[in-house]
């Protein structure tokens, strides 16, 4: 069975720091994986996604994830932590289970920016 | 632009009251999900549908109904049976059945409902 785990609930940084958000997943099969942000009381928008390509992906505003099963780990980072980027950020996992895909989503972490 | 549309932001709900919350895509995707989401937490599916006329249960459907009359609609009525239906709910949709062929999905703005 599939699941994603993010280690950090909430995770502070300064302005102009490096940003470090942490998942691990579980999958029996050759997952696709995703971040997402979500600013407040808004929908959800893709970050970026790994579909068995380049283990190193790039996303949007600068953001980047590497893929690395042998740690079954997708981290999200950057190098240069904008005030902006204050938001939730959801990793996700799907694999294809049975018949149909199987969307699971992490619990979030929340990211400060500090001024 | 292409999108996801959902109607009301905020809805306010009486006890014992059945609300619908709207959702309308002008991205031709076959597939459409409701995501109920409480304040600090994760998402979790109420229903998906994967093509016209068809729509499974996800892992709380249990006090919401939903249709899928056309491809570019996926209304979810929020029933009197479901007791703690305070949230903020996220229609997506996505081309295929879901992300795993690299499909992504693409959510709508989210509508909050709270019960008074």
């Known amino acids: 069975a599939q699941s994603v785990t993010q280690l950090d609930s909430h995770v502070s940084v300064s302005e102009g720091t490096p940003v470090l958000l942490r998942c691990n997943y579980s999958s029996s099969y050759s997952p696709s994986l995703f971040w997402y942000v979500q600013h407040p009381n808004k929908g959800l928008q893709l970050l970026l996604k790994?579909?068995?390509?380049?283990?190193l992906v790039k996303g949007i505003n600068g953001f980047e994830a590497e893929f690395k099963k042998s740690e079954t780990s997708f981290h999200l980072t950057k190098p240069s932590a904008h005030m902006s980027d204050a938001a939730e950020y959801f990793c996700v996992v799907s694999d294809r289970e049975t018949s149909y895909d199987k969307v699971i989503f992490g619990p979030g972490t929340s990211l400060s920016v500090i001024p | 632009d292409g999108g996801i549309t959902q109607s009301p932001k905020y809805l306010f709900r009486k006890e014992g009251q059945n609300v619908t919350l709207s959702c309308e895509q002008n991205?031709?995707?076959?597939?459409m999900y409701w995501y109920r989401q409480d304040p600090g937490q994760g998402l979790r599916l109420i229903y998906y549908?994967?093509?016209?006329?068809?729509?499974q249960k996800g892992d709380i459907a249990e006090g919401y109904s939903v249709s899928r009359e056309k491809k570019e609609s996926f209304p979810l009525t929020v029933t009197s049976a479901q007791k703690n239906p305070t949230a903020f709910y996220l229609c997506a949709s996505s081309i295929g059945i879901g992300p795993s062929s690299g499909n992504t999905i693409y959510f709508g703005e989210g509508s909050w409902l709270t019960v008074v």
């Open positions: 549908s994967q093509i016209v006329n068809d729509f």
């Open positions: 991205l031709n995707h076959d597939a």
């Open positions: 790994y579909t068995s390509a380049a283990t």
